[in-house]
């Protein structure tokens, strides 16, 4: 049986000024969406095209969990979490490995 991944990330736009926090079952598919405007009105309207962080996971709905943990918390809690796994603020749609 093959294991299946989950990915809760956080996405912002070239400013680091929005935060976009989002789930999906194939991380480098979501990003490029959001890099070149497909699906989200949200993250088209305000331009949300870097990959700033993310968490991996096989429960769908431990990643569903996490998403609503962070969407629900402050801020600040997202912005600790990206200064902690990614303190330059890189895109991290290259280093996605599959």
């Known amino acids: 049986m093959r294991v299946r991944h989950y990915f809760i990330y956080i996405a912002t736009n070239p400013t680091n000024t ?12 979501r ?27 096989t429960d769908i709905r ?5 998403e609503k943990q962070l969407k629900a918390g402050p801020r600040k809690k997202k912005l600790d ?7 330059k603020w890189e895109d991290l749609f290259d280093k996605i490995i599959y």
């Open 62 to 66: 431990e990643a569903i969990k996490r």
């Open 31 to 57: 990003s490029f969406e959001h890099k070149f405007h497909y699906g989200s009105t949200f993250t088209s309207k305000y331009n949300v095209v870097k990959l700033v962080y993310y968490e991996i996971f």
């Open 18 to 29: 929005v935060l976009y926090t989002g789930v999906t079952n194939h991380l480098a598919r």
């Open 81 to 87: 979490l990206i200064n902690t796994k990614n303190p």
